[in-house]
């Protein structure tokens, strides 16, 4: 089997562990750089959990990212193009989301890329207070894996519109912030992990998933005490948390 696409496996049944609570049934999709011209993604329909290497797709980069120039795309439209942008067209078709696993692998500057919808973070973003809670730092683990600052994305219609509200995001957050972000959060919909290596983009879902689980342990006892803004930038900035976020993903 392709290492990649091993691995791209490995990931995918990780965050489907049914006890982690990250995915269930079709949820969720994975994607991983081939090359500079490709990328495998998961193909409609495959549970993350169970996924074999054949529930994955190889499709061309730069056709999905040319798509994504249309105004609009019915799904109608998208389900006749899907040949025309596959490595080999009697693959399964992609996952309606392969539009923004190719923006976050170009404009977000991944190499991997764990769509999921834990259901502690979609406990908070399917609130009231939606993405609000996130925006201020709670610990210091989740400003080393997931970054200092998320990215946000409203509701919106998944697959081709999706996307062109996470490409906006992502311009705007690197206007903002000179880099990508790690975590994209996804109001009434789920979080998206975007890592350099498989073992960051599953390191970012799960501390993303602890982050929720700990916001919703301190509404019951009060609210979160947010971390001062100068810690959360000290901590960001320590060249010895750097060292340590290298390490927890293999980068070197």
């Not at 596959?86 to 500057?109: I, N, W, Y």
């Not at 610990?139 to 409203?154: E, Q």
């Not at 996307?163 to 789920?190: C, F, I, T, W």
Request: net charge negative; aromatic share 6%.
């Amino acid at each position: 089997m392709n290492e990649l696409l091993h691995s791209l496996v490995t990931l995918s049944h990780e965050l489907g562990r049914e006890e982690r609570a990250l995915a269930i049934l079709g949820e969720g999709n994975t994607s991983a750089l081939a090359s500079d011209k490709t990328f495998w993604v998961k193909a409609s329909g495959s549970q993350l959990g169970t996924i074999s290497p054949a529930g994955f797709t190889e499709v061309h980069l730069d056709a999905i990212l040319e798509l994504t120039e249309h105004q609009y795309l019915s799904p109608e439209e998208v389900q006749a193009l899907w040949p025309q942008v596959m490595v080999d067209p009697q693959q399964k078709r992609p996952s309606v989301e392969t539009f923004m696993h190719a923006l976050c692998l170009s404009e977000g500057q991944a190499r991997w890329v764990a769509h999921t919808h834990p259901i502690a973070c979609n406990a908070i973003l399917c609130s009231r207070l939606g993405a609000d809670p996130f925006l201020r730092p709670l610990f210091p683990d989740g400003i080393v894996v997931c970054g200092r600052h998320p990215a946000v994305v409203p509701y919106v219609d998944p697959g081709f519109t999706l996307a062109k509200v996470v490409r906006a995001e992502l311009r705007r957050y690197q206007d903002a912030h000179g880099a990508s972000p790690k975590l994209l959060l996804m109001v009434n919909h789920g979080i998206t992990a975007l890592g350099q290596t498989m073992q960051e983009a599953l390191n970012i879902t799960r501390m993303a998933d602890k982050w929720a689980r700990t916001l919703l342990g301190t509404y019951a006892l009060g609210g979160p005490a947010f971390m001062p803004e100068n810690e959360a930038t000290r901590i960001d900035s320590r060249p010895d948390e750097h060292y340590r976020r290298s390490q927890l993903t293999g980068a070197s």
